[in-house]
């Protein structure tokens, strides 16, 4: 039976305190320098952030690796450590198993639709409208 991941729509406003952008840049196969695609032939692209959070009432930073497809690099007119909102939010938990298919922990992954300025005011992309 192959895993089915389990994938839930986070409401950034309610978990973070603000989610800041890093960098951007292409998905790669491991051990290449070749972009990996969608299905539909889409570049696959990483966005790193850091993601603030209260905890134990104290704040807390994670950089996260947030997955998106995006025929232009996600993140290109941003500069560093701004504030942005991930349209399309979602967070994914499958089975981590070891080479025996033994269940050994949680494999956790994020994506996205795509990566706005909070200080953005113009339209959005005609990828985030359709969805």
């Given at each position: 039976m192959i895993p089915v991941p389990q994938i839930y729509a986070i409401d950034q406003a309610a978990t973070f305190e603000r989610v800041l952008f890093l960098s951007g840049e292409p998905k790669t196969r491991f051990g290449s320098d070749v972009q990996e695609t969608s299905k539909d032939g889409v570049p696959k692209w990483e966005v790193q952030l850091v993601a603030s959070f209260?905890?134990?009432?104290?704040?807390?930073?994670?950089?996260?690796?947030?997955?998106?497809?995006?025929?232009?690099?996600?993140?290109?007119?941003?500069?560093?450590?701004?504030?942005?909102?991930?349209?399309?939010?979602?967070?994914?938990?499958?089975?981590?198993k070891n080479r025996e298919g033994q269940v050994v922990g949680a494999q956790v992954w994020y994506r996205c639709q795509e990566v706005r300025s909070l200080t953005a005011t113009g339209p959005r992309t005609k990828q985030a409208e359709a969805s």
């Open positions: 209260r905890q134990f009432g104290r704040s807390t930073n994670e950089i996260i690796k947030v997955g998106i497809t995006a025929h232009h690099q996600p993140g290109a007119e941003l500069g560093p450590a701004e504030p942005v909102q991930l349209v399309g939010f979602e967070i994914g938990v499958m089975d981590k």
